[in-house]
Every structure is written in structure tokens, then in C-alpha cells.
């Protein structure tokens, strides 16, 4: 692989080139989170690739929260800064929209349409857990181009055919990775990857599918787990491999919209008669860790789950999935 640099001046030049051909969404850093903006000519000076994820997943741009099924229209995007997280969470929605006996026009077209320019992680907040998923706090795959923080820029990787000719068409922006650089990024990737796993040492569940699925009966998802759950979907919608979507009509008949779903709403799983398989609360939560860790795992050969801890964040009533795990590991 090619590793190049470009430092903190040409890095806005190389942004401002893209802005010609392509709208351009990078982070924005609000009282400590990360939050997805669009960057203009005026603004680009500003893009930050943040510290670590952005509030929201990168889902967003690829199967959006509410979308008229209409004619396909082609919006060239450049999404800068996603995290390893976001990424592995790609594989899932890619094999779910895209394979099959039917591909999704929609989430097609926006993903073959998107220049993917990820980043390192420089730093984790306390609900991340990524390498207890076995994945690293710095990309390996799904982008385009990636940026790995050093002092004086970024060292710059490509896995991509677009990434490189980018690169092969600003000469004077990059130039060949020297080996400190090299030694730089790889030492910053190995003490945040040792931050994250120290912050996480208490939890000792090791494989999140053997301990779902041996303890699929517990009393504990009941009695304990969900017990405290208020049912405000919440960790369903900053989740970044959900897919449940509803179809429906405009007030014309003549356009179809489609909109998030969740699974732990109590009328997802209810049928003509009002029957639920699903009538319980346990049950609907139970059936959200069945998918992250079971059925996704086994059906498309990665968790759901890739350690981002959006859904510990965003919950009201303080439910974490790290201490649920470690829950049902004590009660085997």
C-alpha cells in the first residue's frame, strides 16, 4: 500500500479542490460531540475530521431517516472523518441493500455516488468499546482515502481506485510518507487502541454470540435488562447497522416514502388481529441483541455491533450493553 503525507495547509487546499466536483460533509465539534455538517467554499478552512465517531452514524447518507422513492438523482458526495465503527457497519448494510436476489436502486446509487475520506481515532469517549468487538479505533477498509493524524498533517492511505487517482491528480498537495511519519501514526494507533481496551478491562465476556445465545433464557433480561427500558427507540436510531424501515403513500397516492423503523417499538411486531409475538418489553430488547450479536454474525459473518456505544450515550435510562453482556456471563 501507498502511504503518503500532506500537511495541515494542503489538507484544506486538497478540500477545496474536491468542493468542484463533489458536496462535502465533515464534522463539526459541539461541546465535546461531533456532529455532521456541509462544508462550502467559505467554510472548508474549518473542516475538522474529529477525535473519534460523530453522534450520528454515517447510515444517514446512504439509507436516510425519511426518503421520497422517486426518480434517482445523482448528489456526488466526499463524507470526511468517519471512524472504524462507521465503517464496519458498512459491511452489514452493504450485504443487506445491495446483495441478495434484489439490490436497493436507492441506497445504491448514494453509496457508488460517495467518496469515503475516513480517519483515525485520536481519542475515545468512555462508551466506546470497539476492541472488545475485535475491531480497531483506526479504519482498514470501506474508504476511499484515510487520514492518520500527526503532528505536522496526516500520513494518507488509499485501498481505492478514485483515492489514488485524487491523490495522482494533486502532486504538489502529497508527497511519499517518510518513515518517521510511519512510526508516528503507527504509535499513536497503538497507545489510543491500549486506551480503549484499559477503559474497557472490567467487562470479561470475550465472544458477545456464545453469550447471547447461551443465555437466551435468563430471567435477567426481564427481571434486570429491561426492566428500566422506556421504549423511546432511541438506541435503534443512532444505531449504525439498523435497516427496519416502514413504506407508505403520500397524501397524493402517487409517492412512495420510506421511513426508520425500530424493533423496540410494541407495534412493530403486531399483525391483522392484534397478535404479538413480541407483546413483552424483554422480549422486543432480547430480540435486538439476538440480531446485533446472533443472526447478523451468522447470516453475514460480522457483528452489528462494531463498539461505538451510541446507544449507551442516547439512553435515558442508563441501559449499557457492555454491563448487560457482562450481566448474563455472571449468571451462567
Known amino acids: ?41 467559505e467554510t472548508v478552512g474549518l473542516i475538522n475530521i474529529g477525535k473519534y465517531r460523530s453522534i450520528t452514524s454515517i447510515k444517514q447518507f446512504f439509507f436516510p431517516v425519511q426518503e421520497f422513492l ?12 468517519p471512524k472504524s465503527c462507521d465503517l464496519h457497519l ?3 448494510s452493504d450485504k443487506i441493500f445491495l446483495e441478495g436476489m434484489f439490490a436497493d436502486d436507492f441506497y ?32 482498514q477498509k470501506n474508504y476511499d482515502i484515510n487520514l492518520s493524524p500527526i503532528k505536522e498533517g496526516y500520513v494518507v492511505d488509499c485501498v481505492s481506485n478514485i483515492g489514488e487517482e485524487l491523490i495522482r491528480q494533486s502532486p504538489n498537495l502529497f508527497q511519499k510518507a517518510i518513515e518517521q511519519q510511519l512510526h508516528e501514526k503507527e504509535k499513536n494507533r497503538k497507545d489510543l487502541t491500549e486506551k480503549v481496551k484499559k477503559q ?8 458477545p454470540l456464545m453469550t447471547v445465545e447461551k443465555n437466551m433464557v435468563s430471567k435477567l433480561w426481564k427481571d434486570e435488562i429491561a426492566k428500566s427500558c422506556v421504549e423511546c ?32 417499538s410494541a407495534g412493530y411486531g403486531r399483525v391483522a388481529g392484534g397478535a404479538n409475538p413480541r407483546k413483552e418489553k424483554f422480549q422486543r430488547l432480547q430480540n435486538l441483541y439476538n440480531c446485533k450479536m446472533i ?26 450493553i457492555r454491563e448487560s453482556l457482562q450481566r448474563i456471563t455472571n449468571d451462567e
Not at 426518480?71 to 458526495?77: E, F, G
Not at 474497557?200 to 465472544?207: D, G, I, L, R
Not at 443512532?238 to 421511513?259: M, P, Q
Not at 443472526?295 to 449499557?320: L, Q
Open 70 to 81: 422517486s426518480d434517482i438523482k445523482s448528489h456526488p458526495l466526499a463524507i470526511v472523518g
Open 200 to 207: 474497557n478491562e472490567k467487562f470479561k465476556w470475550e465472544e
Open 233 to 264: 427507540d432511541g438506541c435503534r436510531y443512532v444505531c449504525g447497522s439498523c435497516y427496519c424501515f416502514l413504506l407508505g403513500e403520500t397524501k397524493d397516492f402517487y409517492s412512495k416514502i420510506r421511513t426508520w423503523d425500530s424493533c423496540q
Open 1 to 41: 500500500m501507498n502511504q503518503f503525507f500532506i500537511n495541515n495547509h494542503n489538507i484544506h487546499r486538497f478540500m477545496l479542490k474536491l468542493l468542484s466536483s463533489r458536496a462535502i460533509y465533515a464534522l463539526r465539534e459541539e461541546t465535546g460531540n461531533f456532529y455532521w455538517d456541509r462544508y462550502t467554499t
Open 108 to 139: 445504491k446509487h448514494k453509496r457508488s455516488d460517495a467518496l469515503i475520506i475516513s480517519s483515525d481515532c485520536t481519542d475515545c469517549k468512555l462508551s466506546c468499546f470497539c476492541t472488545k468487538m475485535d475491531i480497531t479505533p483506526y479504519p
Open 90 to 92: 458498512l459491511n452489514t
Open 295 to 320: 443472526y447478523r454474525k451468522k447470516n453475514f459473518g460480522n457483528y452489528a455491533c462494531s463498539g461505538c456505544g451510541r446507544c449507551i450515550e442516547v439512553c435515558p435510562a442508563k441501559i449499557d
